[in-house]
């Protein structure tokens, strides 16, 4: 079972996106879902995850105030918008997925999640 991320384009400084990430039915009831992004040459960061329950949202500081984490739990979906996008936020956008209890947090440990999709590109010119 793979995550399937969409929503990623070139867009200008100031822009935005919504990207989304899909995981089957019964898997995503039961996970909590984050984003990570990584740019050419540089590691893999954190952007913003989200818990299960959806009750709990964390968010890197670099993104914090211009992106919004979401999850729809009817879709079996979770969304990234992003608003102000910047030339540095230009990267691949990574959803990964950890199933957990209810009452865990969201975390930005990537060594959490346990599922990855392939990612989907973002490309911000100034």
């Known amino acids: 079972v793979q995550l399937q991320a969409s929503g990623g384009g070139l867009v200008k400084a100031g822009g935005s996106l919504r990207l989304s990430c899909a995981l089957p039915?019964?898997?995503?009831?039961?996970?909590?879902m984050g984003w990570f992004r990584q740019a050419p040459g540089k590691e893999r960061e954190f952007v913003a995850s989200?818990?299960?329950?959806?009750?709990?949202?964390l968010y890197a500081d670099s993104v914090k105030g211009r992106f919004t984490i979401s999850r729809d739990n009817a879709k079996s979906s979770v969304y990234l918008q992003m608003d102000s996008l910047k030339p540095e936020d230009t990267a691949i956008y990574l959803c990964?997925?950890?199933?957990?209890?209810?009452?865990?947090?969201?975390?930005?440990?990537?060594?959490?999640?346990?599922?990855w999709g392939q990612g989907t590109q973002v490309t911000v010119s100034s």
């Open positions: 990964a997925s950890r199933q957990t209890i209810l009452t865990v947090p969201a975390t930005g440990d990537a060594a959490e999640y346990e599922r």
């Open positions: 039915g019964r898997l995503f009831s039961r996970a909590a």
């Open positions: 989200i818990s299960r329950s959806g009750g709990s949202t």
